[in-house]
C-alpha cells in the first residue's frame, strides 16, 4: 500500500500534474458550500417561526402553572365514656411512608421498591401473582428477557407487550416467586397504588428500630420514602369495647369495597382509615376532623414551584359516651357468665336512662349451641329479634285502655282457658281452668295473665268470644294491636345512633294465621330487640315518651395543653320520637301492674324474685315458647325499671332458647346487673 | 464563493477553526452547566463540566496527534483505521451495555464502570478515511470520468459503506446510519461522478424521501415498512414530527419540551441559567434547547453563524490544498459535521424527524466530541503539512 502510495504521489510530482487544479473539485465543493449556506437558512427561519412568530404563544404556555391541593391526615378523634376515662385511643406506631413525587416513572419506583425491599420487610400475604409479575416486569430489562417468549413481541404497542410480558410471568415460568421478590412486589405495588403528590404508607406496623435507622440513612437514595406516623386506634380499656365503638379500616385493607367509590368522592384516599362498623361508622364526620390542606403550584413541568399551608386541619373531635366504661364492663361480664346450657343461643342487657334515652350499659353475647361457643355481640341488643314473650303486656293492656275497652277503674275479666274450636291456650297458673279467678289490669300484669291479654285483643278486635267457637276474628286485629306496640318501639327502629338496627320481626298477619293475633297480646308472636324492650319499658316509666337511645353523649375538642378531653362542642339532647298519649289514670294501671309483678300479693306474681333489689324494682317478665332446630326451649325476657317511684334506669334482658325448665334466668341476672348498676354508677338514692 | 486563497507561510495553524472549536467548546460547557443545574436527580453539576472538560482536553491532544501525521501516514493509516472501527462496531453487537440499551434501544455503547464509548463515532472519521482514499485511488487510475467509471466508482464506495450499515442496523442505530449516508452523499458529489448520475440520483434520493414520508403517514404504508424491519419507535419519531403538541408520549413529550423551550426563548431569552422548561436529556441531544432559551433566537441564530463559519473555514482550507485525497476527506468532514448540526438543531425545532444525535462540540458525551476533534484535528493536518508537504506543489487548485 504505502508502495502504491509513494508511487502515485511521486508520479503525480514528477509529472508535476497539477490534477486537483483539472478536478471537478472546486465547483462541486462550492456546491456544498450553497447546500450549507441554504440549510442553515432554513434552520433560521424554523427558528424565527418558533422563537419570533410563535414566541408569545410558547411564553404562555411555559408560564402556565398548575394548582393542586394535597391533604395531610390528622388524628382522629378519640372516645371517652360518660366518666371521661378513654376508651378508644390513638397509639402512634412508626411507619414507614412514600410520597409520589410529581414526575416518578415506573421505572423509578421499581428502582426505589427494590432499595427499600432490602431494608424492610413488609406483609405479602394479599399479594396476587399478577401483583408479583408487574413488580417484575416494571424493569424493562426484565421484560426486554421475555421478548423471545412472546408471540409477536415487536409488533405490539408497549401497553400490550407488557400485559403480555405480565401474564407469562404470572405462570410462574420466568422467575421464582421467592420471598424476597414477594417483600419487593408487595412494597412496589403500595407505591404504584398511591396517587401522585400524595402519601401513602408503606410499612404501618411493628415497624422495627433497624429499619427506621437503615431507612433513615438510604433515604438520600430512594426518592419518597420517610419515617413517619401511623395513628392506630387503642384500647386503654379493653377490646370489650369494641363491640359497640365498632373498628376502623386500616391502611392495608383500604376503604371498605361497598363504600369506596362514595367515600373517595368525599376526599378520602384508597388506603386511608375510615370508621367501617357501629359508633366510629356512624360518627366519622366527626370522628376524621377536617385534613390539612396545602396548595401545590406546579408549573408547565409538574415540578413545585410553591407550597402554601393553606389550612392547618382540625383533628378529630372526641365522643363522650353515656356509657359507664366500669359499668358496661360489669355487665359484659355478668352477661357472658348467665349462660344456659342446652340450645340456649346467647344473652342479651341494655341499661337505659328512661328520662334522656342515654344507654348506660348495653351487653350482649351470641352462643352457638353446637359448639358452647359464646362470641361478644354487644351489638345483638340492636340487631337480633326475640320473641320475648309476656313482657310485652304492659303495651297490651294500654291498647284496651286506649281502645276503650277497659277501663282505668273497670278492667275486671275472668282468667279461663281461651277455646276456639279445638284450640285451647290459657295462662301459665290455669292450664285447665281449675284457677278460673277475676282480675283487673294491673292484676293481670302481676300474674302475666295470657286469658286476660287475649280477651283484651278479642274485645278490640269487636270478636264476640263464645268458648269452643272457631275464631271468626278480623284480621285487623293484627294491625291493630300492632298500632299500640309501635307507639312504645316495639316493631319499629328505636332510632338509635348506631348503624345496623333491626325493627324487629312481625309475623305474617290475615285470617289464615288469625290464632296467631291471640298470641301477640301476650307477646308470642312478633319478634324485638333487646333494646325496643328497653325503649318500651322507659316509656311507660317516664309517662309516655319514647326516647331515642344514644350512645354518644357529647361531641368534645381535645384540650390543646393536654391533649385529653375538651370543651363540649354538642351535646346530644334527649329526642322523644312520640309521645304515648294516656292520662295519669291510664299510666297508672300499668306502672301500678308492674310494681305488683314484683311487689304484690297475688301467689301468682312472676317477678317476686326482685322484691329484695334495693331500691325497688318494677318489672314485667316474659317466657315464650320457643323452638330451636325443631326442639322445645323457653325464652326468657324481662323489662324493668328503678326506682319504682322516680324510674332512673331502665334494664332490659333477653335470653332465647334456654332449656325448657328455665324460669329465673332472668331474674337472677337482673338482680346482678342491679347490684353492679347502683355500685358503678351511682350511688343507690335513700341508702 | 472561494477564490484563490493565500496562506502565510508561517501560518501552518488555522487559527479561526481553533477559535470556533472554542468558542463551540465554551458554549458547550456553559449548556451543560445549565443543564446539569437544572435537572437535579442526574449527576452533579461539577462532575457533569468537569467530565466534559476531561473530554475536551482528550479531543485536542487528538487533534495535536492527528495534526502530525502528514498524508502519506495518513494514507498508509486508513485500512487499519477502517478495520479497528469496523472491529469494534461488530464487538458492540455482544458487548453493548444493557443499561443504555434499556434507555435508549440502541446496542450502540460500550460501558466499562463509569466510562461509555460509542464505536460508531469514531467510525465516522475512519470512514472518511477510506472512502477518501478509495476516490482519490479510482480518479488516479482513470482520470478521465466515463460513465461506466463512475459506476464502478459508486460500486466501491457502497461496498465500503455496506458493512458499516448493516452492522448499524443491527445495533438498532438508524440515525448514526444516516449520518454515513450523508458523508457518502457529500463524496459522491464532490468525486466528480457525471451529472448525468448525480442528477438522477439526487431526484430519486428526493422521491424516496417523498415516498417514506407518504409510507410513513399511512396505515398500510406502514405495514409494509414494518416487513422491512422499521420500528415502533421510528414510525413514534414520525408522528411526534408531525403532530407534536398531541403526544403526550415519551417522545412526543421531549420535542413539544424542547419546542416550549425554544420558543419560549423568542428574540433575546430568558438569559443564562434561567431555565423553566425541563426537557429530558437536554445535556445531550437536547442541549440546542438550551442555547434557545436562554439566549433565544439570537443567540441560537449567532450559533448557527458559528457553525457556518466553521464551516466556511474548513471549505477554505480545502480550496487551499493541493491534495486531493484532503479534499475528500475535508469533504467528508464538513459533511459528517453539516449533518450533525442540521439534524440536532432541525429535530430539536421540529424541522426534522428525532434521531439520537449529538449537536458536535457541544452536546455532553465523549465520543461524538473525539470523533469530531479527530476530523478538526484531519482538516488541521492538511493546513498544518500543506507548506511543507514534500508532494506540493506550486499550484493549487483553483
Known sequence: MGNFFGRFFKKRTRANQPELASSKIPFRLNLIFILVGVLFAVLIWKLADLQLIQGNYFKSTVNQTNNSTTYGNVPRGQIYDATGKLLVGNKPERAITYTKGPKVKTVDMYQTATRLGNIIKVPTDRLTKKQIAQYYVANPKNQEKLKNRIKNYAQLDPDQQQAAAVKLVKTGDVVPFTADLKNKAAIFNSMSGAYRLSTTYIKYDRVSNQEVAEVGEHSSEMPGVQVGTNWMREYPDGDGIKTITGTVTSNKTGLPDNRVNQLLAQGYSQNESVGNSNLEESYEPVLRGSKSQTDIKLNSNNQIIKQVQKYKGNPGDNLQLTINAKFQSDLQKLVKGAQAGGNATGTYAVAMNPHTGGIIGMAGVDRDPKTNKVTENDIGNINTAITMGSVVKGATVYGALRSNVITPTSSTLTDMPIKNGGTIKTSWFNKNGNANMPVDASTALEVSSNSYMMQLAMKEAKFNYVPGAPLNMSPDSFNIQRGFFNQFGLGVKTGIDLPGESAGIEGPGGFANIGKALDESFGNYDGYTTLQLAQYMSTIANGGYRMKPHIVQNVRATNPKNGELGAVKNTIMPQTLNQVPMTPAESNVITRGFYQVVHGNNKYKTGGALSDISPEVSAKTGTAQTFYNGQQTVTLSLASYSPSTNPQVVIAIAMPNLPIDAESNNTNLAKDIYKAYWSDVQNAPGK | ?398
Open chain 2, 1 to 398: 464563493m472561494f477564490r484563490r486563497g493565500s496562506v502565510t507561510t508561517d501560518n501552518r495553524i488555522d487559527w479561526s477553526i481553533i477559535f470556533c472549536v472554542l468558542m463551540l467548546a465554551l458554549i458547550g460547557l456553559g449548556s451543560i452547566y445549565v443543564a446539569a443545574s437544572h435537572d437535579t436527580g442526574t449527576t452533579s453539576v461539577v462532575k457533569a463540566v468537569v467530565s466534559q472538560l476531561i473530554w475536551y482536553a482528550i479531543g485536542t491532544i487528538a487533534i495535536v496527534v492527528i495534526m502530525q501525521f502528514d498524508s502519506e501516514q495518513l494514507w498508509k493509516l486508513v485500512p487499519y483505521a477502517y478495520g479497528v472501527g469496523l472491529f469494534l462496531l461488530f464487538a458492540v453487537l455482544f458487548l453493548y451495555s444493557r443499561s443504555y440499551f434499556v434507555q435508549t434501544g440502541a446496542k450502540s455503547w460500550f460501558a466499562i464502570g463509569p466510562f461509555t464509548f460509542q464505536p460508531s463515532e469514531i467510525m465516522k472519521p475512519a470512514y472518511i478515511l477510506m472512502e477518501a482514499k478509495v476516490i482519490t485511488e479510482h480518479n488516479h487510475n482513470q482520470p478521465v470520468h466515463t460513465i461506466r467509471g463512475d459506476w464502478k466508482l459508486i460500486g466501491k464506495l457502497l461496498l465500503w459503506t455496506l458493512p458499516i450499515v448493516i452492522l448499524l442496523r443491527l445495533q438498532n442505530d438508524f440515525g448514526t446510519t444516516v449520518v454515513f449516508l450523508a458523508i457518502l452523499g457529500g463524496l459522491l458529489i464532490v468525486s466528480g461522478i457525471s451529472w448525468k448520475i448525480l442528477g438522477p440520483g439526487i431526484l430519486l434520493f428526493i422521491a424516496m424521501v417523498a415516498t417514506a414520508v407518504a409510507l410513513v403517514a399511512t396505515k398500510p404504508g406502514r405495514v409494509f415498512l414494518g416487513h422491512l424491519g422499521f420500528q415502533d419507535y421510528q414510525f413514534a419519531r414520525i408522528d411526534s414530527w408531525l403532530h407534536p403538541a398531541s403526544d403526550s408520549s415519551n417522545q412526543g413529550f421531549q420535542l413539544w419540551q424542547s419546542m416550549k423551550a425554544v420558543g419560549s426563548g423568542g428574540l433575546t431569552g430568558t438569559g443564562f441559567n434561567v431555565s423553566k422548561v425541563y426537557v429530558p436529556v437536554r445535556e445531550s441531544d437536547m442541549i440546542f434547547s438550551v442555547m434557545g432559551e436562554n439566549f433565544g433566537f439570537v443567540g441560537g441564530t449567532l450559533l448557527i453563524l458559528l457553525y457556518f463559519l466553521l464551516i466556511y473555514e474548513m471549505i477554505k482550507v480545502t480550496f487551499q490544498t493541493k491534495n486531493v485525497f484532503y479534499a475528500y476527506i475535508s469533504t467528508g468532514v464538513i459533511m459528517m459535521i453539516l449533518f450533525h448540526v442540521v439534524e440536532n438543531i432541525g429535530m430539536s425545532i421540529d424541522l426534522i424527524p428525532m434521531t439520537g444525535i449529538p449537536l458536535p462540540f457541544i452536546s455532553q458525551g465523549g465520543s461524538a466530541l473525539i470523533g469530531n476533534m479527530i476530523g478538526i484535528g484531519l482538516i488541521m493536518s492538511m493546513q498544518y503539512h500543506n507548506q511543507s508537504s514534500m508532494f506540493s506543489t506550486e499550484k493549487q487548485f483553483s
